[in-house]
């Protein structure tokens, strides 16, 4: 039999190889149950595929529900079935047309001025409480409640009441994930092109519409904050609307429109509604990615981070069988006798410890890949899957190389204590410690983007940091993190000098020792 092929028999398919292996699976086969658990208890289903936005409003006193349906690319749906229930009775009923447009009729008197204030409150809240519009596609069938639009005014009183909107976001919007709440989001941010910076989002008024009124809306994009209630807030806002960017005038309560958000990779976005001079403002947060792509980085990339961390200690393992155990006991010298050269024996053993770490990896993230499949129902990201795999293979073959030169050089006993330590250290250890000397120097506590700065260039100097580094790079790319990017020649000069240096360093002792046991 081939020697390296013996070899890596031996590394791999060791029972305790993959028991470790199994645990590890395991355990990010469950931690992304966990996350998809938490995703459905947050009220966002993965299946969404539907995103509708629409709004009650007054049609010459007649309530009328208008609003858009789109795919997960933004287009319309046509021939969507909608219907209008108050309670459990059918009010009215109609079909979307070719752009995803639809109205409904309810027949209800929606008449609002001075007169009528205590009428119209109680017919308004009924219609809050009670009312729900269901939507049938080809695919999908769900209802969706009527909820209070999420606005604030920031100048005197509103001359009409909140509107009521009927919001269904699908996983393919570009907002983070947000859990159901009584407010609904009058924006649905429903397309991104990243290489033109247009985005497209359905807007529906914030306040309750009539036919013949017009207003003015214009956006601005300000770094991620929250809207904040209060004069000091309202005075903030106002400004920005002040220095906002024209969209145009609008005589219909929905619209869908098209933004520059070029260079802007998460940001919020607020919308400044003008009528009679009062100014309405909404927001919504935007990320370059939708939330099916976020909800894929979550569920795949923090199982196979986890594992990232564990893991080498198979790697420590593997050295061990391969190097330190045989070398303790004589089984090198006795290998020596036959017609093999020291230089056979080393990078036999090497080479099949690195192909035990390509191996695991593969396994593990295909099948981490597979149970992010089967619990997301999306697509494979191939971009998020190859960083991943990357990071794990490398991180592997960084910590092994370490472990075998120590392997070369210690006995067994001696290996598996400095094994260990340096485990524990780069592992689990040193972001405590970078955290500690931020502390201690002050950077942690004065400049928060100077100590993101300094861990970032702490992971250059780990064996195990190209994990943390590539996971950095994900969360850039396709998350909602705004972390500073860690630079891709330190990262592939920290990899080749990670593996290279212990390597030849082993390789030279290995030259010299004394193999008897």
Known sequence: ??????????????????????????????????????????????????????????????????????????????????????????????????????????????????????????????????????????????????????????????????????????????????????????????????????????????????????????????????????????????????????????????????????????????????????????????????????????????????VATFIPISMLYVAYVLMAKPRSIGALEFLLARPVTRFDIFINRYVAGILTALVSAIIIVLALVASSYILLGVPVIANIVVLLFLGLTLSMMTMYSLYYALATSLRSGFYLGLSIGLYLLFALFWQIIIAIYGVSTGILLRDIQEYSRMLINSYYYNPMGVMNLIMIIIQNDFGTSTIIRPDPLYMSLSVILWVLVPVLLGYLRFQRINLSG
Request: aromatic share 10%.
């Open 1 to 306: 039999m081939n020697p390296l092929i013996y070899d890596l028999k031996r590394s791999f398919m060791r029972r305790t190889t993959i028991i470790m292996i199994i645990i590890f699976l395991l355990m990010g086969i469950g931690i992304t149950y966990l996350i998809f658990g938490n995703i459905q208890q947050g009220g966002i289903n993965p299946n969404n595929k539907v995103t509708v936005v629409a709004t009650l409003w007054s049609r010459n006193g007649v309530g009328t529900v208008s609003g858009y349906i789109v795919d997960k690319d933004g287009k319309g749906i046509p021939g969507v079935s909608i219907e209008f229930y108050i309670g459990e009775e059918k009010i009215a009923s109609n079909k979307s047309l070719s752009n995803g447009y639809f109205e409904i009729d309810t027949g209800m008197n929606l008449t609002f001025n001075q007169l009528n204030i205590r009428s119209f409150g109680e017919k308004y809240q009924t219609l809050l409480n009670n009312s729900r519009i269901h939507i049938k596609t080809n695919s999908e069938e769900f209802d969706i409640k009527a909820m209070i639009s999420n606005t604030i005014n920031t100048k005197g009183q509103n001359l009409f009441p909140a509107s009521i909107v009927y919001v269904h976001k699908s996983v393919f919007v570009h907002e983070p994930p947000q859990s159901l709440s009584a407010y609904g989001s009058t924006i649905a941010i429903i397309n991104y092109d990243e290489s033109t910076g247009k985005a497209k989002a359905i807007i529906a008024v914030p306040f309750l519409f009539s036919n013949g009124i017009k207003y003015n809306v214009s956006y601005s994009l300000q770094p991620l904050l929250s809207l904040i209630t209060g004069e000091a807030g309202k005075n903030d806002l106002s400004k920005i609307c002040k220095e906002s960017t024209l969209l145009g005038e609008f005589n219909d309560p929905v619209e869908i429109v098209s933004l520059n958000i070029r260079n802007n990779r998460n940001t919020t976005l607020i919308l400044c509604y003008n009528f009679k001079d009062q100014i309405n403002v909404v927001s919504a947060r935007f990320t370059k990615s939708n939330v099916i792509t976020s909800l894929y980085v979550a569920a795949l990339s923090t199982p196979v981070n986890l």
